[in-house]
């Protein structure tokens, strides 16, 4: 699917019906564009959702995890990031960290991070799935649409494209 998220952006301007996250994020993944329907996971510094979340085989999903906008470790690696290639998704917004990130760099996904950072998460299997979750200006809803690319991350309650 190819689009550019500037002109989703002039295209529905006039509209309520996307908003635009804070350009806080930095890429990661050898794709640099990818759109899905979200799948939302809350998280602190405990990774054991995300594997679980990312074990599930789906079709056309970005999963969206707010990690607290943690910098103290990283909420994916390169272990987890082959899993979620081979299980279908498309990509992950993290509002945290990462690790393996030359190794993340040659896989086939797209996913925005805060930063990288080498000490892995707990795992104490807390957290909460597909509730609503809010950082760098948006409202992120499970089966809402999101759309990334070079210039940025818009998501909308329905398909734009």
């Known amino acids: 699917m190819t689009f550019k998220t500037a002109d ?3 295209q529905y301007a006039d509209t309520e019906h996307f908003q635009i996250a804070e350009p806080i994020f930095r890429p990661y993944g050898a794709h640099s564009t990818f759109c899905g329907q979200i799948t939302t996971l809350k998280v602190f510094e405990d990774n054991s959702l995300v594997r679980k979340t990312l074990e599930e085989k789906v079709e056309n999903r970005v999963l969206v995890i707010d990690g607290g906008g943690s910098h103290r470790c990283a909420l994916l690696g390169g272990n987890i990031t082959t899993m979620a290639v081979d299980n279908g998704w498309q990509g992950l917004i993290v509002y945290g960290c990462i690790r393996d990130s030359a190794e993340i760099n040659t896989m ?13 998460s707990h795992k104490s299997g807390i957290g909460d799935k597909d509730m609503l979750i809010t950082f760098a200006g948006v409202n992120y809803r499970t089966d ?11 998501v909308a309650p329905k398909r734009l494209i």
């Open 8 to 10: 989703l952006s002039d």
């Open 108 to 120: 086939p996904i797209g996913i925005r991070a805060l930063h990288t950072h080498p000490l892995k």
């Open 144 to 154: 809402h649409y999101i759309y990334v690319d070079e210039d940025g991350i818009i």
